[in-house]
């Protein structure tokens, strides 16, 4: 998608005609997203603006210092590792949640206990599944047990494990007679729609800390509007004044207009192709290895990188973001682009006239064609179905997806933990379920030593790549858009600090 001459010049007249004046003396600011949050429980979403919101509504035990990489008081204030298996911390006092109930052990307790037990059914089971129960020890102090060795125990702590009310969670799945999410972060949920708006007003008796202070905007306006051009155009028209996943085209035409700041930079987000090989799957061919490399050798994912995604964007042999620990390329076999040796390989496999595969995909629909473009080339006939990302996710649980293209952020975490055994490990989302896999990737979960732990993640990678379960792409940069006057930061992690935004 591109603008037209005639669209910029009519721009340059709505934004001299419509300043976000409006917003900046209100102090809010309206944020549109591209797809529709199904819940706006942080624990019943993958979606990154469900993770986006789980930073702002809740706040965790721990965090991590962006600067120093090191983990940092927030809802807790000390920790001590009594033994490899118990964690003891103590919690901090004087915290409000949002419905005016004071934050205390009994609120931890349940929480973690509710989340870890698998008949809730949390989507991500993995960010509560090593702790085997929690006890309080004092009215702000807790112990949390765990099943075995529990390496990636912090980075959960400190991303995914958002703390609720004692009392907020009345059955499984969820539910909760509360009619919106209690936390105690620095913005509170006053509206909610699916596929709706959502609304966050700042909460006046947030306790600021340290690593995480109080908000400066009163409000935060989110619409949910899939269209990239429609987005756009409430940006120049005024109606809107931040967006965010731009593609490339639409953000380097944006940078040109005033009264528009744009912004982009490397994420740990990686987009790859996961490929359904499990006896279910709809496509006998997938499970033929050849068939796997071919579409692997069909795809150059160097030339979609520098041209389409743009600066920020790297290509990767493994299925993972350099910077999180166990990710590396050593012994990883590669799969340059080679359209010959695709077509090689997929008459050797019994398909020279051809082979009709399913993509399923729910965004960056310029990359889908891309790839689809590629596959053409060597005899490989692609449907594209774009779902919305429940409906993805469903399929892919039930198996049914033939070729996904996933953009997985591992919610941020800085551990393999969170990416590798959630597609790989016999999860949910697994669509290979290689027993050899899931053995060495139970491992990595109950070995505490780092390099026995990045070794074993080394041993899986390899037999990813070997087996060709994946078409690994290139990590994916996020293209920003504020109007003019609106500060904010990025951050690799993709999280909107919300309440470090304000109007100058």
């Known amino acids: 998608m591109t603008f037209s001459r005639s669209l910029i010049a009519a721009s340059l007249g709505l ?61 807790a204030t000390e920790w001590t590792w009594i033994d490899d298996t118990t964690l003891e911390m103590t919690l901090r006092e004087g915290v409000t949640f949002h419905d005016g109930t004071s934050f205390e052990a009994d609120d931890v307790v349940a929480t973690l206990t509710y989340v870890s037990n698998p008949d809730n059914r949390i989507v ?12 309080k020890t004092g009215e702000h102090t807790i112990r949390i047990h765990t099943n075995g060795p529990a390496p990636s125990a912090m980075e959960f702590l400190s991303t995914q494990l958002a703390i ?52 400066s905007l009163d409000r935060v306006t989110i619409r949910t509007i899939p269209d990239i051009q429609t987005q756009v155009a409430g940006m120049l028209s005024g109606e809107l004044d931040f967006l965010m996943g731009l593609p490339r085209d639409q953000a380097d035409q944006l940078g040109t207009l005033p009264m528009v700041h744009v912004e982009s930079g490397e994420t740990m987000r990686i987009v790859f192709l996961q490929i359904n090989t499990t006896e279910t799957s709809p496509n006998e061919a997938l499970r033929d290895v050849r068939v796997r490399q071919a579409l692997n050798f069909a795809i150059d994912k160097e030339a979609i990188s520098t041209n389409l995604v743009g600066e920020g ?41 051809g082979l009709t595969i399913e993509l399923a995909a729910y965004r960056d629909r310029n990359l889908s064609e891309a790839i689809i473009n590629y596959l053409n080339e060597v005899g490989v006939t692609v449907t594209l179905n774009y779902m919305q990302p429940a409906a993805l996710r469903d399929g892919m649980r039930a198996h049914t997806t033939e070729l996904v293209q996933m953009a997985w952020g591992s919610y941020s975490i800085y551990d393999l933990s969170a990416s590798t055994p959630v597609y790989y490990g016999g999860q ?30 080394q041993q899986a990678l390899a037999r990813i790549s070997e087996q060709a379960y994946a078409v ?9 858009a504020g109007a003019e006057g609106l500060s904010y930061q990025t951050y690799p992690d993709e999280i909107l600090r919300f309440w470090e935004y304000s109007w100058q």
Request: glycine share 8%; hydrophobic share 40%; charged share 20%.
């Open 313 to 353: 964007s790297t290509p990767i042999n493994a299925v993972c973001f350099i910077d999180q620990f166990g990710c590396t390329e050593e012994g990883i076999t590669a799969y340059p682009y080679n359209p010959e040796r695709a077509r090689e390989l997929l008459a050797e496999a019994g398909y020279a006239d």
């Open 124 to 135: 991500s089971q993995q960010v509560a599944s090593w702790i085997a129960s929690v006890e």
């Open 428 to 457: 949910p989302d697994d669509n290979n379920n290689d027993p050899e896999l899931m053995a060495i990737l139970d491992q990595t979960a109950q070995t505490v030593d780092a390099e026995e732990r990045a070794a074993l993640f």
């Open 164 to 215: 609720f009310p004692a009392e907020y969670f009345t059955g499984p799945a969820g539910e909760s007679a509360a009619a919106l999410p209690v936390g105690t972060g620095p913005f509170q949920y006053t509206e909610y729609s699916p596929g709706g708006v959502i609304v966050l007003s700042r909460f006046a008796d947030y306790t600021a800390t340290d690593a995480k202070g109080a908000a």
């Open 15 to 75: 934004l001299t005609a419509f300043p976000a004046l409006g917003q900046q003396a209100d102090n809010a600011v309206r944020f549109a997203y591209g797809q529709a949050l199904e819940n706006p429980n942080p624990y019943y979403t993958t979606l990154r603006l469900g993770v986006i919101l789980g930073r702002n509504v809740w706040d965790t035990l721990v965090t991590r210092d962006l600067d120093t990489g090191e983990f940092a008081p927030l809802l």
């Open 472 to 480: 690994p792409m290139f990590s994916l940069p996020i293209y920003y």
